[in-house]
């Protein structure tokens, strides 16, 4: 029975680095984020094939952000699953304004690329959470664009409660 055990062992800093090079938006050769979300897992590629029909291309430079970011993409935490399983909407305002009217869905919290995009107003269903030193991110995965697009966005550009307002 013990020898079982060691067996096991031996996978655990495996699955601890696979956890940390998913959050840090790194591929080492394994899935980059599993999702709790039923479908198939959409690459960047097809992501950035959907953002292309949903709205336009995604832009080549990342756009800044109108609040504050993690001043070290190094410091970042785990992902952990979030457990409510209700749908989310996308919103394009921050503090009454509208910044961006197609949200903006990245590679990871590092934001170095944009690998999809999503109306203001969209559903989503969030399938992992990461809390940063300064700005928190969720995984989402659309749920009424075809084919579906997933990637990571700032906690700000998620809304929980319900629709956000319309556009002006």
Same mark, same amino acid.
């Given at each position: 029975?013990?020898?079982?055990?060691?067996?096991?062992?031996?996978?655990?800093?495996?699955?601890?680095?696979?956890?940390? @090079?998913?959050?840090? !938006?790194?591929? &080492?050769?394994?899935?980059?984020?599993?999702?709790? /979300?039923?479908?198939?897992?959409?690459?960047?590629? +097809? @992501? %950035?094939?959907?953002?292309?029909?949903?709205?336009?291309?995604?832009?080549?430079? /990342?756009? $800044?952000?109108?609040? @504050?970011?993690? $001043?070290?993409?190094?410091?970042?935490?785990? $992902?952990?699953?979030?457990?409510?399983?209700? $749908?989310?909407?996308?919103?394009?305002?921050?503090?009454? *304004?509208?910044? *961006?009217?197609? #949200?903006?869905?990245?590679?990871?919290?590092?934001?170095?690329?944009? #690998?999809? *995009?999503?109306?203001?107003? !969209? %559903? /989503?269903?969030? =399938?992992?959470?990461? =809390?940063?030193?300064?700005? +928190?991110?969720?995984? /989402?995965?659309?749920?009424?664009?075809?084919?579906?697009?997933?990637?990571? &966005?700032?906690?700000?550009?998620?809304?929980?409660?319900?629709?956000?307002?319309?556009?002006?």
């Amino acid at each position: 029975m013990r020898q079982r055990w060691y067996r096991y062992a031996a996978l655990v800093p495996l699955v601890v680095l696979a956890l940390v @090079a998913a959050a840090c !938006g790194r591929r &080492i050769g394994v899935p980059a984020v599993p999702t709790a /979300v039923d479908g198939p897992t959409v690459t960047a590629s +097809d @992501a %950035r094939m959907a953002a292309t029909h949903a709205g336009g291309t995604p832009p080549s430079v /990342v756009p $800044p952000l109108p609040f @504050a970011e993690n $001043p070290d993409p190094t410091q970042c935490g785990i $992902p952990t699953p979030w457990g409510n399983g209700a $749908p989310a909407w996308i919103t394009g305002f921050y503090q009454g *304004q509208l910044f *961006q009217p197609p #949200v903006f869905l990245y590679d990871s919290h590092g934001r170095r690329e944009v #690998v999809g *995009q999503m109306p203001h107003g !969209g %559903r /989503v269903r969030i =399938a992992l959470t990461q =809390a940063n030193p300064a700005l +928190d991110y969720s995984f /989402v995965r659309s749920l009424d664009l075809q084919p579906a697009q997933e990637g990571w &966005i700032p906690a700000p550009c998620v809304a929980l409660a319900g629709p956000p307002p319309p556009l002006p």
